[in-house]
Structures are given as structure tokens and as C-alpha cells.
């Protein structure tokens, strides 16, 4: 494992990641029913909220006092997870006063999110996925680090259960929150 950084920055020119096609086939998709444990320690199933919900995914929160898997910083897109989970924080009230509640998902267990959720003063919910239930039945894009799968970073709009719309490749990581509130302005659901 490698030495850990701030892991409220970004390193300097981080690798940017490009669009695969790894997420084309979500848009439009109806969510399976997908119980995932959240950090408020009820069983969330995204599937069965009414409304809009921002659901966005995230490989692995670093903490300060754990060393981050080894070449981190070298895998495009891997780096930012606490500054999105902080920007998502920061635009939260202005993403409710747009109908849409938040949620963080990632393969980490729910202690881990806990800390995280708690250290970082998230207003919202995170949601583990360690067994990558969710991330396999809607075919998410994932990658390997440090003998881990982890869900690449995307972000979906979900309206009743169905993925209005995808952010994917997202990056920069802190800016994702500010581009989702502009698309439910502009774009979102209602607005056609």
C-alpha cells in the first residue's frame, strides 16, 4: 500500500478518465430490487423511492489515519472520492430544493462509511455494496486496485426507480455535484 495523502485534495494532473461506453446501457434502465445496507443502519432499496434521488457511486473513501492502495493516484478516476462526498455535502440543500435526495454508494462495509459519513459531516446516506450486488445486476463499470473490485465513479439520476440520467466518466470528482444541480435546473425531470 502506498503512503496516504490529504485525502480532502486532488494530486497534482491526476489521470483523467475517459468515457469506455461502460455505462451507455444505463439511461432509461428500471432499478432491480437491490437492498443495500446504509449508514443510518436501515436497509435502503433504491428501487422503491419515489421522487428524484441522486445516487452516486464512488470507489473507496480514503481515511487519514489508512494508507491508500498502492498506485492510487495512477488509475484514472480513482482519486476524489472525499472531495465528491464533500461537494455533495456542500450543494445538499440546494440538491433537496430541487426534489432530489442524495445517496453515496460504494463496496466499502458500513462501519467504514460510518466513519466517513461522520468524519466528513455528510448530511446524507451512504450505501455498501461490498458484495456488489447492486453494481452487478445493473452492470456498473468497476476496476481492480489492490485485489479489490471497486465501482468506477458515476453518478445516476434516478426518478421512481428509473435512471433518468447518467455522469459518466465523472471528473473532476468535486465538481460533479455542482454539474448534477445545473442538469436538474436546466434539464431534469419536468423540464421537456
Excluded at 2 to 12: M, R, S, V, Y
Excluded at 27 to 39: M, R, Y
Excluded at 87 to 113: C, K, M, N, P, W
Excluded at 129 to 153: H, Q, W
Aim: aromatic share 6%; glycine share 10%.
Amino acid at each position: 500500500m502506498a503512503k496516504t495523502q490529504n485525502t480532502n485534495d486532488l494530486p497534482q494532473d491526476p489521470p483523467i478518465p475517459e468515457d469506455d461506453g461502460a455505462a451507455d446501457h444505463l439511461p432509461g434502465t428500471t432499478l432491480p430490487s437491490v437492498p443495500l445496507a446504509g449508514t443510518s443502519g436501515e436497509r435502503v432499496d433504491i428501487s422503491e423511492l419515489s421522487g428524484i434521488s441522486v445516487a452516486y457511486c464512488y470507489p473507496m473513501t480514503g481515511r487519514p489515519d489508512m494508507e491508500l492502495p498502492e498506485g492510487w493516484d495512477d488509475i484514472p478516476g480513482a482519486r476524489g472520492c472525499t472531495p465528491q462526498s464533500c461537494a455533495f455535502r456542500d450543494h445538499h440543500q440546494e440538491l433537496e430544493s430541487l426534489g432530489a435526495r442524495v445517496l453515496g454508494i460504494s463496496t466499502q462495509g458500513t462501519e467504514y462509511q460510518r466513519e466517513a459519513a461522520e468524519r466528513l459531516h455528510l448530511p446524507y446516506e451512504l450505501l455498501g455494496d461490498g458484495e456488489l450486488a447492486f453494481a452487478k445486476a445493473l452492470n456498473l463499470p468497476t476496476f481492480e486496485a489492490d485485489g479489490m473490485t471497486l465501482i468506477k465513479r458515476l453518478t445516476l439520476v434516478i426518478v421512481d426507480g428509473r435512471i433518468l440520467k447518467v455522469f459518466y466518466p465523472v471528473f473532476p470528482p468535486d465538481a460533479n455535484a455542482a454539474e448534477v444541480a445545473a442538469w436538474l435546473r436546466g434539464e431534469g425531470p419536468g423540464k421537456d
